[in-house]
């Protein structure tokens, strides 16, 4: 790792007044957590973009929520990694920071990080698709399909996700762009940086002036573009940065 370009993200770091960072699947890779995109993001052969989405929970409930499942499963086993852990006490000693992340694993707030913006929602959350109540559950029925227990209302749960064509939660939206627009300095960690509108924060924070810092092993569409960029595993630099 380059040791100049480290004390140099660093001095950046500590002269910052307000810091964003964002997180995508990369992130929670090293807990074991499968991200989307890479070698290990398919399931059963579908690839993300078939099962996230409003029209595939319609035309098979049962497969969606397999899948969900599956994920849930392996959530509930893993822990926060070092960069997890990096990124909440990077937080507790800055004086402004805000995380926006497009995971659902909650694999954050677990860490201990406070003020985070979840624009892809939370995995551990249902919503009824009849009366909208949303609720947080670890537990789904070990057969069918979950279905809403508020009196009256039997409609079927689908998880409090943002699928691809859908809208993200408006309050989550503004919090996360006026975080960005504030900010100068910010991470990108762990994002395939293809996936609107979250690939277009780093973007918008550089032309605002931002000093903009890239943690992922592969190439993006952003790497060219960012300050800095390191080509390593989060868990290996940024506990070095913090
Ligand atoms: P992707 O799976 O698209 O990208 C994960 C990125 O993490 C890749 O660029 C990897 O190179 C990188 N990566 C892998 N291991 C890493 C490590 N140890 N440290 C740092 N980076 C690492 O995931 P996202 O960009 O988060 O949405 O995908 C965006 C959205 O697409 C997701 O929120 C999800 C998905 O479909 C929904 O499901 C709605």
């Not at 307000?18 to 399931?43: M, Q």
């Not at 903009?212 to 569409?221: A, F, R």
């Not at 790497?223 to 290996?236: E, N």
């Amino acid at each position: 790792m380059d040791s100049i370009q480290i004390d140099a993200v660093r001095e950046r770091l500590s002269e910052a007044k307000k810091i964003v960072v964002l997180t995508g699947a990369g992130i929670s890779a090293e807990s074991g957590v499968p991200t989307f995109r890479g070698a290990d993001g398919l399931w059963k052969n579908f690839r993300a973009e078939e099962l996230a989405t409003p029209e595939a929970f319609s035309k098979d409930p049962k497969l969606i929520w397999e899948w969900y499942s599956w994920r849930r499963d392996i959530i509930s086993k893993v822990k926060p990694n070092p960069a997890h852990l990096a990124l909440a006490e990077l937080e507790e000693k800055s004086g402004d920071f805000a995380l926006v992340t497009q995971n659902v694993d909650g694999l954050h707030g677990l860490a201990g990080s406070k003020n985070i913006y979840e624009l892809h929602g939370n995995i551990w959350r249902t919503r009824c698709l009849e009366c909208s109540t949303v609720v947080e559950t670890r537990s789904l029925p070990e057969s069918g399909l979950p279905h809403c227990n508020r009196e009256g209302c039997k409609g079927l749960l689908r998880p409090d996700i943002v699928w691809f064509g859908e809208s993200l939660p408006m309050e989550v939206v503004t919090g996360a762009f006026q975080a960005v627009d504030e900010a100068d300095f910010m991470f990108v960690i762990g994002t395939s940086s293809v996936v609107q509108p979250a690939a277009s924060l780093s973007s918008r924070a550089k032309s605002n002036g931002a000093y903009v810092v890239e943690i992922n092993p592969e190439k993006t569409p952003i790497s060219d573009m960012v300050d800095a960029s390191f080509q390593t595993k989060a868990g290996d630099t940024l506990p070095k940065l913090i």
